[in-house]
Protein backbone atom coordinates (compact mmCIF):
# COMPACT_ATOMS: atom_id res chain seq x y z
CA UNK A 1 0.00 0.00 0.00
CA UNK A 2 0.86 3.58 -0.61
CA UNK A 3 2.74 4.82 2.86
CA UNK A 4 1.06 7.83 3.20
CA UNK A 5 -2.54 6.41 2.95
CA UNK A 6 -4.38 7.00 5.72
CA UNK A 7 -7.29 4.85 3.93
CA UNK A 8 -6.38 1.90 1.71
CA UNK A 9 -9.64 -0.01 -0.05
CA UNK A 10 -8.13 -3.30 -1.83
CA UNK A 11 -10.64 -4.38 -4.71
CA UNK A 12 -13.47 -4.04 -2.89
CA UNK A 13 -16.86 -6.17 -4.03
CA UNK A 14 -19.56 -5.51 -2.48
CA UNK A 15 -23.41 -6.30 -3.78
CA UNK A 16 -26.43 -5.63 -0.95
CA UNK A 17 -27.71 -9.80 -2.23
CA UNK A 18 -24.95 -12.44 -2.97
CA UNK A 19 -26.72 -13.38 -5.79
CA UNK A 20 -28.00 -9.57 -7.17
CA UNK A 21 -26.13 -7.13 -8.70
CA UNK A 22 -22.62 -5.38 -7.60
CA UNK A 23 -22.70 -1.86 -5.93
CA UNK A 24 -18.75 -1.66 -5.52
CA UNK A 25 -16.88 -3.83 -8.43
CA UNK A 26 -12.95 -4.13 -7.73
CA UNK A 27 -12.61 -0.93 -6.10
CA UNK A 28 -9.10 0.36 -4.94
CA UNK A 29 -8.21 3.48 -3.64
CA UNK A 30 -5.90 5.13 -1.24
CA UNK A 31 -6.90 8.29 0.75
CA UNK A 32 -4.03 10.32 1.62
CA UNK A 33 -3.48 10.92 5.41
CA UNK A 34 -4.37 14.78 6.98
CA UNK A 35 -6.39 15.39 3.87
CA UNK A 36 -10.15 16.39 2.75
CA UNK A 37 -10.79 13.81 0.35
CA UNK A 38 -14.09 13.86 -1.99
CA UNK A 39 -16.03 11.26 -3.61
CA UNK A 40 -17.53 12.92 -6.72
CA UNK A 41 -20.20 11.26 -8.20
CA UNK A 42 -23.58 11.04 -9.82
CA UNK A 43 -27.04 9.94 -7.37
CA UNK A 44 -26.86 6.36 -6.86
CA UNK A 45 -23.46 5.07 -7.80
CA UNK A 46 -23.06 3.85 -4.95
CA UNK A 47 -21.13 6.51 -2.89
CA UNK A 48 -23.15 5.83 0.18
CA UNK A 49 -22.16 2.19 0.10
CA UNK A 50 -18.60 2.69 -0.61
CA UNK A 51 -18.36 4.64 2.78
CA UNK A 52 -20.75 2.29 5.11
CA UNK A 53 -18.10 -0.58 3.33
CA UNK A 54 -14.85 1.70 4.65
CA UNK A 55 -16.82 2.64 8.02
CA UNK A 56 -16.93 -1.20 8.44
CA UNK A 57 -20.84 -1.81 8.72
CA UNK A 58 -21.08 -3.23 5.47
CA UNK A 59 -18.98 -5.78 4.83
CA UNK A 60 -17.37 -6.65 1.55
CA UNK A 61 -18.18 -9.72 -0.38
CA UNK A 62 -14.17 -9.61 -1.34
CA UNK A 63 -11.55 -7.12 -0.69
CA UNK A 64 -10.13 -5.61 2.38
CA UNK A 65 -10.27 -1.94 4.12
CA UNK A 66 -6.92 -0.54 5.94
CA UNK A 67 -6.37 1.46 8.18
CA UNK A 68 -3.66 2.88 8.81
CA UNK A 69 -2.05 -0.30 7.19
CA UNK A 70 -4.50 -2.52 9.52
CA UNK A 71 -7.34 -4.71 8.14
CA UNK A 72 -10.29 -3.26 9.42
CA UNK A 73 -11.78 -6.59 10.25
CA UNK A 74 -9.07 -7.08 12.71
CA UNK A 75 -10.04 -3.66 14.72
CA UNK A 76 -11.98 -4.60 17.66
CA UNK A 77 -15.30 -2.49 17.62
CA UNK A 78 -14.63 -0.14 20.35
CA UNK A 79 -11.30 1.43 19.36
CA UNK A 80 -12.87 1.40 15.25
CA UNK A 81 -15.17 3.48 17.10
CA UNK A 82 -12.06 6.08 18.14
CA UNK A 83 -10.44 5.90 14.54
CA UNK A 84 -13.46 6.48 12.63
CA UNK A 85 -16.63 8.45 13.14
CA UNK A 86 -19.33 9.18 10.89
CA UNK A 87 -21.98 11.55 9.90
CA UNK A 88 -24.73 10.39 8.49
CA UNK A 89 -26.43 12.03 5.54
CA UNK A 90 -29.52 12.85 7.59
CA UNK A 91 -29.50 12.22 10.88
CA UNK A 92 -32.99 10.95 11.98
CA UNK A 93 -33.01 12.15 16.57
CA UNK A 94 -36.47 10.61 17.33
CA UNK A 95 -36.75 11.76 20.91
CA UNK A 96 -36.14 15.26 22.96
CA UNK A 97 -32.70 14.78 23.48
CA UNK A 98 -30.48 17.90 24.13
CA UNK A 99 -28.03 18.86 22.20
CA UNK A 100 -25.63 18.58 24.73
CA UNK A 101 -27.16 15.11 25.59
CA UNK A 102 -26.65 13.79 21.81
CA UNK A 103 -23.16 15.17 21.18
CA UNK A 104 -22.04 13.22 24.79
CA UNK A 105 -23.58 9.82 22.67
CA UNK A 106 -20.06 11.02 20.57
CA UNK A 107 -18.15 9.45 23.82
CA UNK A 108 -18.98 6.01 23.75
CA UNK A 109 -16.18 4.75 22.46
CA UNK A 110 -14.41 5.93 25.13
CA UNK A 111 -16.68 4.41 28.17
CA UNK A 112 -17.55 0.62 29.23
CA UNK A 113 -20.73 -0.75 27.92
CA UNK A 114 -22.29 0.13 31.50
CA UNK A 115 -20.39 3.32 31.32
CA UNK A 116 -21.79 6.36 31.17
CA UNK A 117 -20.51 9.98 30.11
CA UNK A 118 -18.07 11.51 33.03
CA UNK A 119 -16.98 15.28 33.72
CA UNK A 120 -13.96 14.92 31.41
CA UNK A 121 -16.41 13.65 28.41
CA UNK A 122 -18.79 17.01 29.27
CA UNK A 123 -15.98 19.26 29.17
CA UNK A 124 -15.02 17.19 25.60
CA UNK A 125 -18.78 17.44 24.56
CA UNK A 126 -18.89 21.46 25.31
CA UNK A 127 -15.52 22.57 23.72
CA UNK A 128 -16.14 21.07 20.63
CA UNK A 129 -20.18 22.75 20.81
CA UNK A 130 -17.78 26.01 22.05
CA UNK A 131 -15.31 25.30 18.89
CA UNK A 132 -18.27 25.20 16.40
CA UNK A 133 -19.64 27.78 17.67
CA UNK A 134 -22.82 25.91 19.09
CA UNK A 135 -22.54 26.65 22.95
CA UNK A 136 -25.65 28.82 23.25
CA UNK A 137 -27.47 25.36 21.77
CA UNK A 138 -26.58 23.12 24.50
CA UNK A 139 -30.08 23.01 26.32
CA UNK A 140 -32.26 22.45 23.13
CA UNK A 141 -33.70 19.94 21.50
CA UNK A 142 -32.07 18.23 18.85
CA UNK A 143 -35.45 17.94 16.72
CA UNK A 144 -36.34 21.49 17.56
CA UNK A 145 -33.01 22.78 15.40
CA UNK A 146 -33.15 24.17 11.91
CA UNK A 147 -31.51 21.64 9.25
CA UNK A 148 -28.35 24.08 9.31
CA UNK A 149 -27.89 23.46 13.17
CA UNK A 150 -28.58 20.07 13.35
CA UNK A 151 -26.03 19.20 10.53
CA UNK A 152 -23.76 20.96 12.73
CA UNK A 153 -24.53 19.39 15.83
CA UNK A 154 -23.89 16.08 14.32
CA UNK A 155 -20.65 17.21 13.46
CA UNK A 156 -20.43 17.83 16.62
CA UNK A 157 -21.31 14.31 17.52
CA UNK A 158 -19.16 12.49 15.44
CA UNK A 159 -16.09 15.21 16.75
CA UNK A 160 -16.42 14.13 20.12
CA UNK A 161 -15.21 10.70 19.49
CA UNK A 162 -11.90 12.23 18.65
CA UNK A 163 -11.16 10.67 15.73
CA UNK A 164 -8.23 10.47 13.37
CA UNK A 165 -10.44 9.78 10.44
CA UNK A 166 -13.77 11.50 9.67
CA UNK A 167 -16.64 10.17 7.35
CA UNK A 168 -19.54 12.36 6.39
CA UNK A 169 -22.17 11.32 4.13
CA UNK A 170 -23.55 14.34 1.67
CA UNK A 171 -22.81 16.69 4.24
CA UNK A 172 -24.30 19.44 2.19
CA UNK A 173 -26.81 18.15 0.51
CA UNK A 174 -29.70 19.90 2.87
CA UNK A 175 -28.27 23.45 3.60
CA UNK A 176 -28.40 26.72 2.46
CA UNK A 177 -25.39 28.86 1.16
CA UNK A 178 -24.62 30.27 4.43
CA UNK A 179 -24.41 26.95 6.20
CA UNK A 180 -23.20 25.10 3.29
CA UNK A 181 -20.24 27.96 3.02
CA UNK A 182 -20.22 27.08 7.33
CA UNK A 183 -19.80 23.44 7.32
CA UNK A 184 -17.15 23.27 4.63
CA UNK A 185 -14.95 25.81 6.21
CA UNK A 186 -15.07 23.31 9.16
CA UNK A 187 -14.25 20.54 7.27
CA UNK A 188 -11.50 21.79 5.44
CA UNK A 189 -10.08 23.48 8.85
CA UNK A 190 -10.06 19.83 10.35
CA UNK A 191 -8.53 18.50 7.29
CA UNK A 192 -5.64 21.56 8.15
CA UNK A 193 -5.32 20.34 11.45
CA UNK A 194 -4.63 16.85 10.61
CA UNK A 195 -7.53 14.70 9.92
CA UNK A 196 -8.23 12.74 7.49
CA UNK A 197 -11.75 13.52 5.62
CA UNK A 198 -13.81 11.61 3.65
CA UNK A 199 -16.91 12.93 2.33
CA UNK A 200 -19.30 12.26 -0.54
CA UNK A 201 -20.84 14.09 -2.54
CA UNK A 202 -22.73 14.38 -5.85
CA UNK A 203 -22.16 18.40 -6.33
CA UNK A 204 -18.98 19.94 -7.84
CA UNK A 205 -18.40 22.80 -5.99
CA UNK A 206 -19.09 20.92 -2.28
CA UNK A 207 -16.11 18.90 -3.44
CA UNK A 208 -13.60 22.16 -5.00
CA UNK A 209 -14.42 23.87 -2.37
CA UNK A 210 -13.43 21.59 0.91
CA UNK A 211 -11.40 19.14 -0.99
CA UNK A 212 -7.65 18.41 -1.30
CA UNK A 213 -7.66 14.89 -3.26
CA UNK A 214 -10.83 14.07 -5.66
CA UNK A 215 -12.40 10.42 -6.07
CA UNK A 216 -14.65 10.23 -9.30
CA UNK A 217 -16.77 7.57 -8.90
CA UNK A 218 -19.46 6.32 -11.52
CA UNK A 219 -21.46 2.83 -11.40
CA UNK A 220 -19.16 1.33 -8.98
CA UNK A 221 -16.32 2.24 -9.67
CA UNK A 222 -13.44 4.30 -9.98
CA UNK A 223 -12.64 6.10 -12.35
CA UNK A 224 -9.92 8.54 -11.85
CA UNK A 225 -8.17 9.15 -8.39
CA UNK A 226 -5.69 12.38 -7.47
CA UNK A 227 -5.13 15.71 -6.30
CA UNK A 228 -8.52 18.00 -7.49
CA UNK A 229 -6.13 20.30 -9.38
CA UNK A 230 -5.77 17.22 -11.81
CA UNK A 231 -8.68 15.33 -11.66
CA UNK A 232 -11.39 18.21 -11.86
CA UNK A 233 -11.33 19.00 -15.41
CA UNK A 234 -13.98 19.16 -18.02
CA UNK A 235 -13.07 16.15 -19.56
CA UNK A 236 -13.51 13.54 -16.62
CA UNK A 237 -16.43 15.11 -15.25
CA UNK A 238 -18.14 15.08 -18.46
CA UNK A 239 -17.61 11.33 -18.32
CA UNK A 240 -18.46 10.85 -14.46
CA UNK A 241 -21.93 12.63 -14.74
CA UNK A 242 -22.48 11.88 -18.48
CA UNK A 243 -23.11 15.45 -19.56
CA UNK A 244 -21.15 17.94 -21.39
CA UNK A 245 -19.62 20.26 -18.39
CA UNK A 246 -17.07 23.57 -18.55
CA UNK A 247 -14.82 23.95 -15.80
CA UNK A 248 -13.84 27.74 -15.47
CA UNK A 249 -11.50 29.47 -13.10
CA UNK A 250 -12.90 32.13 -10.89
CA UNK A 251 -10.25 34.03 -8.52
CA UNK A 252 -8.13 31.11 -8.66
CA UNK A 253 -10.62 28.58 -7.85
CA UNK A 254 -11.99 25.67 -10.66
CA UNK A 255 -16.03 26.03 -10.90
CA UNK A 256 -17.69 23.66 -12.77
CA UNK A 257 -20.73 24.76 -15.18
CA UNK A 258 -23.06 22.61 -16.98
CA UNK A 259 -21.93 22.93 -21.07
CA UNK A 260 -25.18 24.40 -22.71
CA UNK A 261 -23.80 26.68 -25.19
CA UNK A 262 -23.61 30.55 -25.13
CA UNK A 263 -27.47 31.74 -23.58
CA UNK A 264 -30.49 33.22 -25.90
CA UNK B 1 -33.45 14.76 40.52
CA UNK B 2 -34.77 11.37 41.16
CA UNK B 3 -34.88 11.55 45.05
CA UNK B 4 -38.59 12.78 45.43
CA UNK B 5 -40.06 10.64 43.10
CA UNK B 6 -38.15 7.53 45.24
CA UNK B 7 -39.36 8.91 48.08
CA UNK B 8 -42.92 9.80 47.26
CA UNK B 9 -43.18 5.89 46.09
CA UNK B 10 -41.63 5.31 49.38
CA UNK B 11 -44.78 7.05 50.91
CA UNK B 12 -47.44 6.49 48.56
CA UNK B 13 -46.13 2.23 49.62
CA UNK B 14 -46.31 2.94 53.72
CA UNK B 15 -49.82 4.92 52.97
CA UNK B 16 -50.99 2.20 50.95
CA UNK B 17 -50.45 -0.24 53.28
CA UNK B 18 -53.21 1.31 55.76
CA UNK B 19 -55.78 1.83 52.77
CA UNK B 20 -58.27 -0.81 53.20
CA UNK B 21 -61.74 -2.07 53.65
CA UNK B 22 -60.67 -3.77 57.16
CA UNK B 23 -62.39 -2.41 59.82
CA UNK B 24 -64.33 -0.18 57.61
CA UNK B 25 -63.98 1.21 54.24
CA UNK B 26 -61.20 3.69 53.60
CA UNK B 27 -58.34 3.90 56.32
CA UNK B 28 -57.08 1.04 58.65
CA UNK B 29 -55.36 2.79 62.15
CA UNK B 30 -51.77 1.61 62.51
CA UNK B 31 -52.65 1.29 66.34
CA UNK B 32 -55.01 -2.13 64.98
CA UNK B 33 -51.79 -3.94 64.07
CA UNK B 34 -51.12 -4.06 68.11
CA UNK B 35 -54.39 -4.77 68.94
CA UNK B 36 -55.72 -6.92 66.37
CA UNK B 37 -54.32 -10.28 64.87
CA UNK B 38 -56.72 -10.26 61.76
CA UNK B 39 -55.47 -6.62 60.93
CA UNK B 40 -52.03 -7.54 61.06
CA UNK B 41 -52.69 -11.15 58.99
CA UNK B 42 -54.11 -8.83 56.67
CA UNK B 43 -51.89 -6.17 56.17
CA UNK B 44 -48.55 -8.59 56.18
CA UNK B 45 -49.98 -11.91 54.48
CA UNK B 46 -52.42 -9.61 51.80
CA UNK B 47 -51.95 -6.45 51.08
CA UNK B 48 -47.79 -6.25 51.81
CA UNK B 49 -46.74 -9.07 49.11
CA UNK B 50 -50.04 -7.40 47.21
CA UNK B 51 -48.45 -3.86 47.00
CA UNK B 52 -44.92 -5.31 46.62
CA UNK B 53 -46.31 -6.78 43.28
CA UNK B 54 -48.14 -3.81 42.29
CA UNK B 55 -44.34 -1.74 42.48
CA UNK B 56 -42.96 -4.58 40.61
CA UNK B 57 -45.50 -4.69 37.93
CA UNK B 58 -45.50 -1.02 37.43
CA UNK B 59 -41.72 -0.53 37.37
CA UNK B 60 -41.68 -3.13 34.52
CA UNK B 61 -44.33 -1.41 32.39
CA UNK B 62 -42.92 1.22 33.09
CA UNK B 63 -39.40 0.76 32.41
CA UNK B 64 -39.97 -2.05 29.54
CA UNK B 65 -42.45 0.44 27.69
CA UNK B 66 -39.64 2.78 27.88
CA UNK B 67 -36.93 0.21 26.36
CA UNK B 68 -39.43 -0.46 23.53
CA UNK B 69 -40.10 2.67 22.77
CA UNK B 70 -36.44 3.94 22.49
CA UNK B 71 -35.67 0.93 20.65
CA UNK B 72 -38.43 0.99 18.47
CA UNK B 73 -37.88 4.65 17.36
CA UNK B 74 -42.15 5.01 17.94
CA UNK B 75 -43.66 6.11 21.09
CA UNK B 76 -46.73 4.46 20.67
CA UNK B 77 -45.56 0.85 21.26
CA UNK B 78 -46.69 -0.50 24.68
CA UNK B 79 -44.03 -3.58 26.11
CA UNK B 80 -46.93 -6.43 25.34
CA UNK B 81 -46.92 -5.71 21.67
CA UNK B 82 -44.38 -8.10 20.37
CA UNK B 83 -47.19 -10.75 21.06
CA UNK B 84 -46.38 -10.73 24.82
CA UNK B 85 -49.97 -9.92 26.31
CA UNK B 86 -52.22 -11.43 23.84
CA UNK B 87 -49.59 -14.49 24.28
CA UNK B 88 -50.16 -14.71 27.99
CA UNK B 89 -53.86 -13.98 27.79
CA UNK B 90 -54.03 -17.10 25.57
CA UNK B 91 -52.11 -19.43 27.82
CA UNK B 92 -54.20 -18.15 30.68
CA UNK B 93 -57.80 -19.00 29.16
CA UNK B 94 -56.10 -22.43 28.09
CA UNK B 95 -55.20 -23.14 31.80
CA UNK B 96 -58.70 -21.59 33.32
CA UNK B 97 -60.54 -24.15 30.33
CA UNK B 98 -58.18 -26.94 31.02
CA UNK B 99 -56.89 -27.01 34.34
CA UNK B 100 -59.95 -27.78 36.90
CA UNK B 101 -60.23 -26.22 40.29
CA UNK B 102 -57.87 -28.80 41.88
CA UNK B 103 -54.61 -27.68 40.01
CA UNK B 104 -51.20 -26.78 41.62
CA UNK B 105 -51.30 -23.20 42.55
CA UNK B 106 -49.75 -20.85 40.18
CA UNK B 107 -50.35 -23.58 37.28
CA UNK B 108 -51.54 -20.84 35.62
CA UNK B 109 -49.57 -18.40 35.88
CA UNK B 110 -46.79 -20.43 34.70
CA UNK B 111 -48.83 -21.45 31.63
CA UNK B 112 -49.13 -17.42 30.77
CA UNK B 113 -45.70 -17.06 31.71
CA UNK B 114 -44.80 -19.74 28.44
CA UNK B 115 -47.15 -18.60 26.29
CA UNK B 116 -46.56 -15.11 26.62
CA UNK B 117 -42.88 -16.13 26.14
CA UNK B 118 -43.49 -18.02 23.07
CA UNK B 119 -45.33 -14.55 21.82
CA UNK B 120 -42.07 -12.97 21.90
CA UNK B 121 -39.74 -16.17 20.40
CA UNK B 122 -42.70 -16.22 17.64
CA UNK B 123 -42.77 -12.81 16.99
CA UNK B 124 -39.00 -12.46 16.90
CA UNK B 125 -38.83 -15.80 14.48
CA UNK B 126 -41.04 -14.33 12.22
CA UNK B 127 -39.63 -11.02 11.66
CA UNK B 128 -36.26 -12.57 10.67
CA UNK B 129 -37.96 -14.06 7.80
CA UNK B 130 -40.37 -11.96 6.56
CA UNK B 131 -39.02 -9.75 3.37
CA UNK B 132 -40.52 -6.48 3.56
CA UNK B 133 -38.87 -3.15 5.29
CA UNK B 134 -36.04 -2.26 8.16
CA UNK B 135 -35.85 -4.51 10.98
CA UNK B 136 -38.45 -2.01 12.66
CA UNK B 137 -41.17 -2.36 10.69
CA UNK B 138 -40.49 -6.04 10.40
CA UNK B 139 -41.05 -6.65 14.46
CA UNK B 140 -43.76 -4.18 14.34
CA UNK B 141 -45.86 -6.16 11.65
CA UNK B 142 -44.51 -9.65 13.14
CA UNK B 143 -45.46 -8.62 16.83
CA UNK B 144 -49.09 -7.49 14.98
CA UNK B 145 -49.82 -10.54 13.55
CA UNK B 146 -48.77 -12.98 16.46
CA UNK B 147 -50.95 -11.19 18.85
CA UNK B 148 -53.83 -11.56 16.26
CA UNK B 149 -53.24 -15.19 16.10
CA UNK B 150 -53.59 -15.04 19.83
CA UNK B 151 -56.11 -13.39 19.87
CA UNK B 152 -58.10 -15.40 17.56
CA UNK B 153 -57.14 -18.36 20.27
CA UNK B 154 -58.38 -16.58 22.98
CA UNK B 155 -61.67 -15.97 21.00
CA UNK B 156 -62.14 -19.83 20.29
CA UNK B 157 -61.51 -20.53 24.10
CA UNK B 158 -63.79 -17.47 24.89
CA UNK B 159 -66.54 -19.42 22.85
CA UNK B 160 -65.54 -23.06 23.63
CA UNK B 161 -66.05 -22.30 27.24
CA UNK B 162 -68.97 -22.95 29.97
CA UNK B 163 -70.43 -19.62 30.15
CA UNK B 164 -71.16 -19.74 33.74
CA UNK B 165 -68.09 -20.71 35.38
CA UNK B 166 -65.00 -20.68 32.86
CA UNK B 167 -66.08 -17.81 30.83
CA UNK B 168 -66.28 -15.30 33.53
CA UNK B 169 -63.03 -16.18 34.66
CA UNK B 170 -61.39 -15.80 31.44
CA UNK B 171 -62.66 -12.48 31.21
CA UNK B 172 -61.58 -11.60 34.58
CA UNK B 173 -58.54 -12.37 34.10
CA UNK B 174 -58.44 -10.28 30.86
CA UNK B 175 -59.00 -7.05 32.83
CA UNK B 176 -56.29 -8.13 35.25
CA UNK B 177 -55.83 -7.74 38.70
CA UNK B 178 -53.78 -8.46 41.62
CA UNK B 179 -56.18 -9.61 43.79
CA UNK B 180 -55.31 -13.43 44.24
CA UNK B 181 -51.97 -12.52 44.49
CA UNK B 182 -49.65 -14.04 48.00
CA UNK B 183 -46.12 -14.08 48.97
CA UNK B 184 -45.70 -17.05 46.70
CA UNK B 185 -47.16 -15.17 43.70
CA UNK B 186 -44.96 -12.19 43.83
CA UNK B 187 -41.40 -14.90 44.90
CA UNK B 188 -42.63 -15.60 41.22
CA UNK B 189 -42.20 -12.71 39.88
CA UNK B 190 -39.02 -12.16 41.12
CA UNK B 191 -36.68 -14.28 39.20
CA UNK B 192 -37.81 -12.75 36.06
CA UNK B 193 -38.97 -9.25 37.45
CA UNK B 194 -35.34 -8.52 39.17
CA UNK B 195 -32.87 -9.52 36.01
CA UNK B 196 -35.23 -7.31 33.60
CA UNK B 197 -35.41 -4.40 36.19
CA UNK B 198 -31.05 -4.63 36.54
CA UNK B 199 -30.72 -4.63 32.85
CA UNK B 200 -32.23 -1.62 31.98
CA UNK B 201 -30.96 0.22 34.84
CA UNK B 202 -27.30 -0.57 34.37
CA UNK B 203 -28.08 0.16 30.38
CA UNK B 204 -29.98 3.28 31.21
CA UNK B 205 -27.59 5.31 29.26
CA UNK B 206 -26.51 3.15 26.40
CA UNK B 207 -30.30 2.70 25.94
CA UNK B 208 -29.91 6.17 24.35
CA UNK B 209 -27.65 4.93 21.38
CA UNK B 210 -30.53 2.40 20.31
CA UNK B 211 -32.53 5.27 19.14
CA UNK B 212 -30.04 6.23 16.41
CA UNK B 213 -29.85 4.50 13.11
CA UNK B 214 -27.76 1.28 13.42
CA UNK B 215 -25.19 2.80 11.39
CA UNK B 216 -24.83 6.04 13.55
CA UNK B 217 -24.98 3.23 16.54
CA UNK B 218 -22.49 1.34 15.06
CA UNK B 219 -20.04 3.73 14.30
CA UNK B 220 -19.69 4.66 17.98
CA UNK B 221 -17.56 1.03 18.30
CA UNK B 222 -21.09 -0.80 19.63
CA UNK B 223 -23.10 -3.53 18.09
CA UNK B 224 -26.60 -2.70 17.88
CA UNK B 225 -27.94 -5.80 16.82
CA UNK B 226 -26.87 -7.49 19.71
CA UNK B 227 -26.86 -4.74 22.60
CA UNK B 228 -30.54 -4.55 21.40
CA UNK B 229 -31.35 -7.45 21.06
CA UNK B 230 -30.12 -7.96 24.95
CA UNK B 231 -32.19 -5.15 26.41
CA UNK B 232 -35.52 -6.54 24.47
CA UNK B 233 -35.41 -9.51 26.12
CA UNK B 234 -34.71 -8.55 29.26
CA UNK B 235 -37.67 -6.07 29.06
CA UNK B 236 -39.97 -8.32 27.37
CA UNK B 237 -38.81 -11.46 29.49
CA UNK B 238 -40.06 -9.28 32.73
CA UNK B 239 -43.34 -8.07 31.25
CA UNK B 240 -44.26 -11.30 30.18
CA UNK B 241 -43.82 -12.55 33.66
CA UNK B 242 -45.39 -10.43 35.32
CA UNK B 243 -48.68 -10.16 32.61
CA UNK B 244 -48.68 -13.94 33.77
CA UNK B 245 -49.40 -12.81 37.30
CA UNK B 246 -51.77 -9.83 36.79
CA UNK B 247 -53.50 -10.43 33.58
CA UNK B 248 -53.48 -7.85 30.84
CA UNK B 249 -52.91 -4.31 33.08
CA UNK B 250 -53.20 -1.95 30.04
CA UNK B 251 -51.58 1.87 29.76
CA UNK B 252 -48.91 1.55 32.12
CA UNK B 253 -46.19 1.07 29.53
CA UNK B 254 -47.66 2.98 27.11
CA UNK B 255 -48.31 6.48 29.26
CA UNK B 256 -45.21 6.13 32.14
CA UNK B 257 -42.47 6.62 29.66
CA UNK B 258 -44.08 9.53 28.21
CA UNK B 259 -44.84 11.13 31.76
CA UNK B 260 -41.02 10.09 32.62
CA UNK B 261 -39.68 11.99 29.10
CA UNK B 262 -41.70 14.60 29.30
CA UNK B 263 -40.43 15.68 33.14
CA UNK B 264 -36.93 14.67 32.83
CA UNK B 265 -35.91 14.97 29.22
CA UNK B 266 -35.27 12.45 26.70
CA UNK B 267 -31.98 10.79 27.74
CA UNK B 268 -32.99 7.68 29.78
CA UNK B 269 -30.23 7.59 32.05
CA UNK B 270 -32.74 9.97 34.01
CA UNK B 271 -36.11 8.90 31.74
CA UNK B 272 -35.49 5.12 32.48
CA UNK B 273 -35.46 5.13 36.39
CA UNK B 274 -37.73 7.86 36.64
CA UNK B 275 -40.28 6.12 34.49
CA UNK B 276 -39.71 2.72 36.92
CA UNK B 277 -40.39 4.98 40.13
CA UNK B 278 -43.56 6.54 38.41
CA UNK B 279 -44.86 3.33 37.07
CA UNK B 280 -44.80 1.70 40.25
CA UNK B 281 -46.65 4.72 42.25
CA UNK B 282 -48.95 4.46 39.31
CA UNK B 283 -49.66 0.87 39.59
CA UNK B 284 -49.70 1.44 43.48
CA UNK B 285 -51.84 4.01 43.47
CA UNK B 286 -54.91 2.41 41.16
CA UNK B 287 -54.42 -0.90 42.83
CA UNK B 288 -55.68 0.94 46.25
CA UNK B 289 -58.40 2.12 44.42
CA UNK B 290 -59.14 -1.49 42.95
CA UNK B 291 -59.56 -2.94 46.58
CA UNK B 292 -60.72 0.28 48.35
CA UNK B 293 -63.64 1.83 46.06
CA UNK B 294 -66.17 -0.87 45.72
CA UNK B 295 -67.26 -4.16 48.34
CA UNK B 296 -65.84 -6.01 45.56
CA UNK B 297 -63.02 -5.93 43.90
CA UNK B 298 -61.98 -3.21 40.40
CA UNK B 299 -60.57 -5.19 37.86
CA UNK B 300 -57.11 -2.99 38.38
CA UNK B 301 -56.74 -3.34 33.96
CA UNK B 302 -60.15 -1.23 33.97
CA UNK B 303 -58.79 1.39 36.51
CA UNK B 304 -55.26 1.78 34.46
CA UNK B 305 -56.82 2.53 31.04
CA UNK B 306 -59.33 4.57 32.68
CA UNK B 307 -57.25 7.10 34.38
CA UNK B 308 -53.68 6.36 32.28
CA UNK B 309 -55.66 7.31 29.15
CA UNK B 310 -57.35 10.32 31.06
CA UNK B 311 -53.46 11.44 32.20
CA UNK B 312 -52.17 11.01 28.55
CA UNK B 313 -54.96 13.45 26.87
CA UNK B 314 -54.50 15.95 29.46
CA UNK B 315 -50.44 15.35 29.48
CA UNK B 316 -50.63 15.58 25.41
CA UNK B 317 -52.99 18.64 25.50
CA UNK B 318 -50.95 20.55 28.24
CA UNK B 319 -47.80 22.49 27.30
CA UNK B 320 -44.42 21.49 28.28
CA UNK B 321 -43.91 19.85 31.70
CA UNK B 322 -40.51 19.90 32.81
CA UNK B 323 -38.78 19.01 36.11
CA UNK B 324 -35.97 21.46 36.41
CA UNK B 325 -32.53 19.49 36.83
Known sequence: ?264 | MLWPLALALLLVLVFSLFIGRYPGPGFTPPRLLWEDELARRLVFSLRLPRLLAATLLGMTLGGAGTVLQTVFRNPLVEPGFLGVSQGAAFGAALAILTLGSGSPPLATEAIASVFALSGLVLSYALARRLHFGGWVLRLVLAGIAVSALFSSGVGVLKYLADPMTQLPAITFWLLGGLSSLTWTGLLYLLPFVIPGLTLMVLMRWRLNLLALHDETAFSLGTSPGRERALVLVGAVAATAAVTAVSGIVGWVGLVVPHIARRAYGADSRVALPAALLIGGIFAVLCDDLARTLLAGEIPLGILTSFLGALGFALLMTRARLRVSR
Open chain 1, 1 to 264: MNPGAALSLRDLRFGYQTEGPEVLRRLSLDIPAGTAAAVLGPNGCGKTTLLHVVLGWLAPQAGEVLVDGRSLSQIPRRERGRLMALVPQAEHVPFDFSVLEYVLMGRTPYLGVLGMPGDEDHRVALEILESLGLAHLWRRPVPELSGGERQMVTLARALAQQTPILLLDEPTAHLDLGNKGRLLDVVAGLAGRGTTVLFTTHDPETASLAARFLVLMRAGQILDAGPLREVLDAERLGATYGVPVRVVEVEGRPVVLLDRGPAG
